[in-house]
């Protein structure tokens, strides 16, 4: 039976006790996604977590720290938000398939389902489309219930049947079915967002939005409020073509410079998963963070190091799809557990 969040700290031996099962299945699908990786000719690698850039995305907060070199100077470090970085350097290097279990840091996350300190699965392939993810996720899902001894996915009074082939929907589409918005209205032909068109559509749907309201903002709510509590119910949801401006890390699709080879995958009303075709283009990715970090610059008064390795490396890169996935959320999902400090060992003690 999984524990209740009562004021007993983890290490108590009846709050573990509480929790070890799930702990052991935690385990368990862990070994089978290893063996399954192992199976797709995967190498797992492991990336080092101390990075000069924890990552360029507008609200993601990396943690600082200072390392201190042999002249004693200190220079300011991140711990990553991904091992991303780090691993498009092993594709640049010639690693076709790769792998990697990573802990990784984001600050200003603490919930039921979030941790600031939390395991990402993550891993790449060289030359396939990102389709190919989609159906990875797919088997996970099974494998995950099965390591679980589960046949259904579970969080709250929300359920997915992890067997079943998941729902490929569009943002759009999803805005659309969901919201009575048309996202599309909403964004030149390259892609660039027009605040005001999304402001008109929310307001003829019913729906509020701040005087001072980015376009970015806009669609978090609606995609928040209206569309995320409708995906992965029954079965998994693969949320797919986000618009350009949402997908910093990702090229455009072919057939529309509108939107871009991202999705990601929900069970259960959770986000489990975000997955890219990559783009390589290092000007356009150094224009992209540039403008992600005016972002943050204008939201939260700070801005993080672009990565200059790592924009060297994009150059040298091959064409390849990636995908990380909230291994813990997998986890409590699969056993029913409740928060995600459930399926963690030893859970952060903020």
């Given amino acids: 039976m999984t524990a209740s969040a009562d004021s007993a700290a983890w290490w108590q031996p009846h709050r573990h006790a509480d929790r070890r099962p799930l702990l052991l299945a935690r385990n368990r699908i862990q070994q089978g996604l290893r063996l399954w990786l192992a199976g797709q000719g995967f190498t ?18 990396g943690f600082a720290t200072e390392a201190i070199g042999n002249d004693g100077q200190g220079r300011r470090m991140y711990l990553h938000t991904s091992p991303e970085f780090a691993m498009k350097k092993l594709l640049a290097a010639g690693e076709t398939r790769i792998a990697a279990f990573a802990h990784v840091w984001r600050n200003r996350e603490r919930g039921v389902l979030h941790s600031p300190e939390f395991t990402m699965l993550e891993w790449y392939r060289v030359g396939e489309g ?7 996720c797919a088997a996970m899902l099974r494998l995950a219930a099965e390591a679980a001894g589960s046949r259904m996915l579970r969080f709250r009074d929300a359920s997915c ?20 918005v048309d996202l599309l209205a909403t964004v030149d032909a390259a892609g660039e967002p027009l605040a005001e068109r999304l402001r ?27 569309v995320e509590p409708h995906l992965g119910h029954g079965r998994a949801t693969i949320l797919d073509r986000y618009p350009v401006a949402e997908a910093a890390l990702a090229r455009p699709a072919a057939d529309d410079p509108r939107v871009a080879e991202r999705f990601e995958l929900y069970a259960c009303g959770v986000e489990l998963a975000n997955g890219f075709g990559e ?15 005016d972002e943050k610059a204008r939201v939260y008064g700070e801005r993080y190091p672009l990565d200059e390795d790592f924009l060297a490396a994009l150059a040298e890169m091959p064409a390849a799809s990636g995908i990380a996935l909230g291994f813990d959320r997998l986890v409590m999902l699969a056993t029913a557990a409740p928060r995600i400090d459930d399926v963690i060992w030893a859970p952060v003690a903020l």
């Fill in 130 to 136: 990102y389709e190919v993810l989609m159906q990875d």
């Fill in 279 to 293: 783009l390589t283009n290092p000007a356009e990715q150094r224009r992209r963070f540039g403008l992600e970090m």
């Fill in 44 to 61: 797992e690698v492991d990336p080092v977590a101390l990075q000069v850039s924890p990552g360029n995305e507008a609200h993601l907060h």
């Fill in 200 to 226: 008109a559509q929310m307001q003829a749907a019913g729906l509020k939005a701040a005087a001072d309201d980015t376009w970015s903002d806009m669609l978090s709510r609606v995609l928040v409020e209206k």
């Fill in 161 to 180: 049947d992890p067997f079943a082939e998941p729902e490929r929907l569009s943002v759009a589409e999803a805005f659309r079915r969901f919201a009575g």
